[in-house]
């Protein structure tokens, strides 16, 4: 069974630029997250989705950061403009349940120069 | 201090040592879980321990969980090189689904 992928793996972009990420969660999972880690600083929610629906996007640092997760199935997170303080590593992750275990991917390294 | 805050913040150890690693956090959960992170990889999943349950073991990990004091431990048995990774512990509150991290354990152990 596939894991969770992302895409990038790594992105450089300069300041004002546009970045999507992906994330395809493993197959059959509803819910979908993302997490962020910013300057070694500790990973910190943005957003679940349950299917295609925002369940929660409480994390989100502001309106520059557009998620959508269209079909239920992958998700993108777009940044615009991308900002120098966004860089860190943006992680995306899964389960089942969400009382269950989220399984993460491998991540995509933002670096906004 | 943060939710799921470990400690030591750093650990370097002798390999076929054991490393012990703690986690504290604040609020009442449903399970919590440890994860490890390799240096430019993506945060692999060890184990989870429910709240009811007290201790667990997989492989050379094993985890306690006390709940009465909002503490777990993570202790690594015989390590190995390929242990050298960050270790994280992350908390889901009751009734939701939200991991919080803390800042995590870098553990370095030396051939």
């Known amino acids: 069974e596939a894991g969770v992928t992302q895409f990038p793996s790594h992105s450089v972009i300069e300041k004002g630029q546009t970045v999507t990420l992906r994330c395809d969660p493993i197959?059959?999972?509803?819910?979908l997250y993302w997490y962020r880690r910013v300057m070694g600083k500790e990973i910190k929610f943005l957003l679940h989705f349950v299917k295609e629906s925002k369940q929660d996007e409480s994390g989100m640092p502001n309106n520059r950061f557009l998620a959508e997760r269209t079909g239920g199935t992958y998700s993108t997170l777009k940044v615009q403009p991308a900002e120098l303080e966004d860089s860190g590593v943006y992680f995306c992750?899964?389960?089942?349940?969400?009382?269950?275990?989220?399984?993460f991917g491998p991540g995509t390294r933002l670096l906004v120069l | 201090s943060q939710q799921g805050e470990e400690d030591p913040q750093a650990l370097s150890i002798q390999e076929g040592e054991n490393a012990t690693m703690n986690c504290s956090y604040k609020t009442s959960i449903n399970n919590l879980q440890w994860y490890r992170q390799n240096s430019g990889r993506g945060l692999v999943h060890l184990i989870l321990i429910r709240s009811n349950e007290r201790e667990k073991h997989s492989g050379r990990l094993r985890v306690t969980l006390d709940t009465s004091k909002k503490s777990s431990s993570l202790l690594i048995t015989a390590s190995r090189a390929a242990d050298t990774a960050s270790y994280f512990c992350?908390?889901?509150?009751?009734?939701?689904?939200?991991?919080?991290f803390g800042t995590g354990t870098r553990l370095k152990v030396l051939a």
């Open positions: 197959s059959g999972h509803d819910n």
């Open positions: 992350a908390t889901a509150d009751s009734g939701t689904y939200k991991y919080i």
């Open positions: 992750a899964s389960s089942q349940n969400y009382r269950e275990t989220q399984y």
